[in-house]
């Protein structure tokens, strides 16, 4: 893996990214979730091959990206993206995010289908409109974020799968480096924009990934994501709850593969 480079993107946010595999190979550009950062993927890079060009980095307001005191729609977190691939001299890329990562791409398949190839949805939401349980103590956070508060929320998804205390604990960094108004910023961006399926039809080829034990996105939901693409079909892994990519990376990456062999690539090629 490349170490951590920096790029200001057009949309004018400066932020970190990080590459991983050959650059002539297909490009993967990938998406953390609300409250994590490029690092969760430190357990996914090394189990792909080098005909895959892994791109990951801080979406703004996490880890070392420009934290603006404003700008955290969902619609603004894909115009980075738009401008990442772009920045990084692609046409477009296989987007794969993990849970609102994913909600993330589907806006950006939404906004911008010609720079989308193909959609992995890792833990998605097809919707996030509503007030989640966990949303009051998010509006009660204050600088600097309490790290013991940090860890106990990571309880709100269970796992069933082991994970290394390691990579437990550079989540509770990641959450501890973000200052409160952008978990809460963010997660109000999350919460009050429209579907991105509703927005538009998502026509790139998706593969839609869920853990049978994910007591915040239900079966019904992630059905109505897959009859909302016309060209996606639904993987489901077995005793997994919310965070799946923390508990099967190796399945993820292997369902990665067989998806880039299956998908049609850019028009034209």
């Known amino acids: 893996m490349a170490e951590d480079q920096r790029v200001r993107l057009a949309t004018g946010v400066s932020l970190p990214y990080v590459t991983w595999g050959d650059p002539s ?16 993927f430190d357990r996914l890079f090394p189990l792909l091959p080098e ?4 791109l990951a980095m801080d ?3 996490h880890g070392d990206a420009d934290k603006p005191e404003d700008g955290y729609a969902l619609t603004d977190f894909a115009d980075d993206v738009e401008a990442f691939i772009d920045a990084m001299g692609l046409t477009s890329a ?3 995010g993990s849970s609102s990562g994913g909600y993330v791409a589907q806006q950006v ?3 911008c289908p010609h720079c989308v190839n193909g ?3 890792v833990g998605s939401p097809r919707s996030l409109l509503g007030r989640p349980p966990f949303m009051d103590e998010v509006d009660q956070l204050t600088d600097p974020v309490d790290r013991a508060w940090v860890r106990r929320s990571l309880t709100w998804f269970p796992l069933h799968h082991e994970v290394p205390n390691w990579y437990l604990e550079e989540r509770v960094d990641d959450g501890a480096r973000i200052p409160a108004h952008v978990w809460r910023d963010t997660l109000t961006g999350l919460t009050t924009a429209l579907p991105p399926t509703e927005v538009a039809q998502v026509t ?9 034990r994910d007591e915040l996105l239900s079966r019904r939901e992630q059905e109505a994501l897959r009859a909302a693409m016309p060209n996606s079909r ?4 077995e005793a997994t709850g919310h965070l799946v990519l923390w508990e099967q990376p190796e399945r993820v990456a292997a369902d990665l593969m067989d998806f880039l062999v299956a998908y049609p690539g850019p028009a034209g090629d």
């Open 25 to 40: 190979g297909t490009p993967v550009v990938l998406l953390h979730p609300w409250a994590e950062s490029m690092r969760c």
């Open 51 to 54: 005909s895959v060009y892994a």
């Open 59 to 61: 979406q703004r307001g």
């Open 94 to 96: 296989v987007l794969l």
């Open 109 to 111: 398949a939404a906004a």
């Open 119 to 121: 959609l992995v949805l």
């Open 204 to 212: 790139a080829p998706a593969l839609i990934i869920w853990g049978d």
């Open 234 to 237: 639904l993987i489901v892994y």
